[in-house]
């Protein structure tokens, strides 16, 4: 399974329900670059995917999932099977 497909798979199950989110509090890949805030969770907003600080934070970014490795990737994944 590619890279690209993982990306597919996670997008398409937060997309399905908009109140789903995916815990990924040990990503730190996945951090702020600008403010330097943690990741918590990874949410369907504005049709793309996007990390947020803590659970209903109003406070989030652009999720760069292309920049995991396949095994993060794997991992995300993992969680909503």
Same mark, same amino acid.
């Given at each position: 399974?590619? &890279?690209?497909? !993982?990306?597919?798979?996670?997008?398409?199950?937060?997309?399905?329900?908009?109140?789903?989110?995916?815990?990924? &509090?040990?990503?730190?890949?996945?951090?702020?670059?600008?403010?330097?805030?943690?990741?918590?969770? !990874?949410?369907?907003?504005?049709?793309?995917?996007?990390?947020?600080?803590?659970?209903?934070?109003?406070?989030?970014?652009?999720?760069?999932?292309?920049?995991?490795? &396949?095994?993060?990737?794997?991992?995300?994944?993992? &969680?909503?099977?």
């Amino acid at each position: 399974m590619t &890279k690209k497909q !993982l990306i597919e798979i996670i997008t398409n199950f937060l997309k399905e329900d908009r109140g789903k989110e995916i815990i990924v &509090k040990e990503f730190n890949t996945l951090r702020n670059g600008r403010w330097g805030m943690h990741p918590y969770c !990874l949410v369907y907003h504005d049709n793309e995917v996007f990390v947020r600080a803590w659970s209903g934070a109003n406070l989030y970014w652009r999720a760069q999932l292309d920049k995991l490795t &396949k095994t993060e990737l794997l991992n995300i994944v993992a &969680k909503i099977n």
